[in-house]
């Protein structure tokens, strides 16, 4: 009999764990997806698509609604789901969501699409944008040198007109042409929607076999899903939905943190109030608050401009403008120095992240508030700050200069005189009778030099 015990809590060990899994296994994992796509997103993707790999969910389910996103992010997220063992849902909803630009090419890679009646995908064309060059794609250096000889400067037959916006152009259409054919989808259409930007509703993307599904929500989705069959890296898997509970993952703090710094208004907040902050540091220093606040808020700016896609000529007419109504507090010229630095900075704001794609642009709104706030600051509180740092001393000997006092003795040429309460050595160079008003012309050292305060000169 001692030994039945033992083997019954074995048995129910193994039990349980085994239980354990296939109940962990009998969950897929929903990632929201929602505005644009940029590092922060992709990281967190990514590292979700990666840990799958391990934990083994039924499915990954991407619930996705974005206006686009950055390239480099895009091709990363795609490069983890066609790595991925584990099948990919992307399902475009709510009602009145889409799957712009960078979205189309996350559909077209996904094992299955599926979309919400109201919906729309499509609009892929590439846009290049400030900063950096797209991967794969050529340099301004070498703009000149790609033109072909056979090239008609006339060609309008495509969206761009130059070299380097074909080899852009071209390059994403085969891109999302491979992704087609190897999902079996419209690589035609496909082609339509980088080229000419093309969209299709819900409806005309099932048509069209761009999608696979249409599902009103997620319980109608988990029906449609189940049964249906796709290869997945050389072997058959069987999607078995129905009744299947949903994990919602979120990112972690790393995560958020990266997504909320990536956001350009976030990135543009952070920026203007570093330069702010050591702007104030430096015409009132003191414990620092404002230096140490500043300085932190520009290094994360900067790191939040490492990740985005900005523009060097805005990021220096930003930069222009700020000097110009800096210089305008210091030296008062009539409002042409304040004038043009406002114009440089409005420029400046609008450039910073000179892109069509509205997920990555300052919103207006935004700029407006902070142009009249940076327009205050300047001219009313730093102004402020200068007539301080010229005003008369408060304390201190120099404070003592033009200051009345009495003389306590007789003074010829040396003697003792009060002045704010306090005896004081005294030298004059008129003889001052006792008790006679006087006044401090300066300080040296401990002694002060005093005039009658009747022949005080003015």
Same mark, same amino acid.
């Given at each position: 009999?001692?030994?039945?015990?033992?083997?019954?809590?074995?048995?129910?060990?193994?039990?349980?764990?085994?239980?354990?899994?296939?109940? #962990?296994?009998?969950?897929?994992?929903?990632?929201?997806?929602?505005?644009?796509?940029?590092?922060?997103?992709?990281? &967190?993707?990514?590292?979700?698509?990666?840990?799958?790999?391990?934990?083994?969910? +039924? &499915?990954?389910?991407?619930?996705?609604?974005?206006?686009?996103?950055?390239?480099?992010?895009?091709?990363?997220?795609?490069?983890?789901?066609?790595?991925?063992?584990?099948?990919?849902?992307?399902?475009?909803?709510?009602?009145? @969501?889409? /799957?712009?630009?960078?979205?189309?090419?996350?559909?077209?890679?996904?094992?299955?699409?599926?979309?919400?009646?109201?919906?729309?995908?499509?609009?892929?064309?590439?846009?290049?944008?400030?900063?950096?060059?797209?991967?794969?794609?050529?340099?301004?250096?070498?703009?000149?040198?790609? !033109?072909?000889?056979?090239?008609?400067?006339?060609?309008?037959?495509?969206?761009?007109?130059?070299?380097?916006?074909?080899?852009?152009?071209?390059?994403?259409?085969?891109?999302?042409?491979?992704?087609?054919?190897?999902?079996?989808?419209? #690589?035609?259409?496909?082609?339509?929607?980088?080229?000419?930007?093309?969209?299709?509703?819900?409806?005309?993307?099932?048509? !069209?076999?761009?999608?696979?599904?249409?599902?009103?929500?997620?319980?109608?989705?988990?029906?449609?899903?189940?049964?249906?069959?796709?290869?997945?890296?050389?072997?058959?898997?069987?999607?078995?939905?129905?009744?299947?509970?949903?994990?919602?993952?979120?990112?972690?703090?790393?995560?958020?943190?990266?997504?909320?710094?990536?956001?350009?208004?976030? +990135?543009?907040?952070?920026?203007?109030?570093?330069?702010?902050?050591?702007?104030?540091?430096?015409?009132?220093?003191?414990?620092?608050?404002?230096?140490?606040?500043?300085?932190?808020?520009?290094?994360?700016?900067?790191? @939040?401009?490492?990740?985005?896609?900005?523009?060097?000529?805005?990021?220096?007419?930003?930069?222009?403008?700020?000097?110009?109504?800096?210089?305008?507090?210091?030296?008062?010229?009539?409002?042409?120095?304040?004038?043009?630095?406002?114009?440089? &900075?409005?420029?400046?704001? *609008?450039?910073?992240?000179?892109?069509?794609?509205?997920?990555?642009? *300052?919103?207006?709104?935004?700029?407006?508030?902070?142009?009249?706030?940076?327009?205050?600051?300047?001219? $009313?509180?730093?102004? %402020?700050?200068?007539?301080?740092?010229? /005003?008369?001393?408060?304390?201190?000997?120099?404070? %003592?200069?033009?200051?009345?006092?009495?003389?306590?003795?007789?003074?010829?040429?040396?003697?003792?005189?009060?002045?704010?309460?306090?005896?004081?050595?005294?030298?004059?160079?008129?003889?001052? /009778?006792?008790?006679?008003?006087?006044?401090?012309?300066? $300080?040296?050292?401990?002694?002060?030099?005093?005039?009658?305060?009747?022949?005080?000169?003015?």
């Amino acid at each position: 009999m001692s030994w039945r015990g033992p083997l019954l809590l074995l048995v129910l060990l193994l039990w349980l764990g085994l239980g354990m899994q296939a109940l #962990a296994q009998e969950r897929y994992w929903q990632l929201d997806v929602k505005g644009g796509i940029g590092p922060g997103t992709s990281d &967190f993707i990514v590292t979700e698509l990666n840990q799958a790999q391990t934990e083994k969910p +039924a &499915f990954v389910l991407l619930n996705m609604d974005t206006p686009g996103g950055l390239y480099s992010a895009t091709r990363d997220i795609i490069t983890a789901i066609l790595e991925s063992r584990i099948p990919v849902v992307v399902y475009v909803s709510p009602g009145g @969501a889409r /799957a712009a630009s960078a979205g189309t090419y996350i559909l077209y890679a996904s094992h299955v699409a599926v979309m919400a009646p109201g919906t729309h995908l499509g609009a892929a064309t590439p846009v290049q944008i400030g900063g950096p060059s797209l991967p794969g794609t050529p340099t301004e250096k070498d703009k000149s040198t790609d !033109k072909s000889e056979d090239e008609d400067p006339q060609d309008t037959s495509s969206p761009g007109s130059t070299a380097m916006e074909r080899k852009t152009l071209n390059d994403a259409i085969a891109y999302i042409r491979s992704l087609a054919q190897l999902r079996g989808r419209n #690589a035609d259409w496909a082609e339509l929607a980088v080229r000419d930007a093309a969209t299709l509703t819900a409806t005309e993307a099932l048509d !069209k076999n761009v999608i696979e599904l249409i599902a009103d929500d997620i319980p109608a989705l988990l029906q449609g899903l189940d049964g249906r069959t796709l290869e997945l890296h050389g072997s058959s898997y069987t999607f078995a939905s129905s009744g299947l509970q949903g994990e919602q993952r979120q990112p972690d703090w790393r995560q958020r943190f990266i997504i909320t710094i990536s956001n350009p208004n976030i +990135a543009y907040l952070l920026m203007l109030v570093g330069v702010y902050g050591l702007l104030l540091e430096f015409y009132s220093p003191g414990f620092g608050v404002a230096g140490v606040t500043g300085a932190i808020c520009l290094m994360l700016a900067l790191l @939040a401009l490492q990740m985005l896609p900005f523009s060097t000529a805005g990021l220096a007419l930003l930069g222009l403008g700020l000097a110009l109504m800096v210089a305008e507090g210091l030296s008062p010229s009539f409002g042409i120095l304040g004038g043009g630095g406002l114009v440089a &900075f409005v420029i400046g704001s *609008v450039l910073l992240f000179d892109t069509p794609d509205q997920a990555f642009r *300052v919103a207006w709104p935004f700029i407006a508030a902070f142009t009249l706030f940076s327009l205050t600051l300047i001219l $009313v509180v730093v102004r %402020m700050l200068v007539k301080q740092r010229h /005003a008369a001393p408060v304390s201190g000997a120099n404070a %003592m200069i033009g200051e009345q006092g009495i003389a306590l003795t007789i003074i010829d040429p040396t003697g003792t005189v009060m002045v704010q309460g306090e005896r004081w050595q005294a030298r004059s160079r008129q003889p001052v /009778a006792a008790h006679q008003p006087i006044v401090v012309l300066a $300080v040296e050292d401990l002694t002060l030099n005093v005039a009658p305060a009747k022949e005080t000169p003015s």
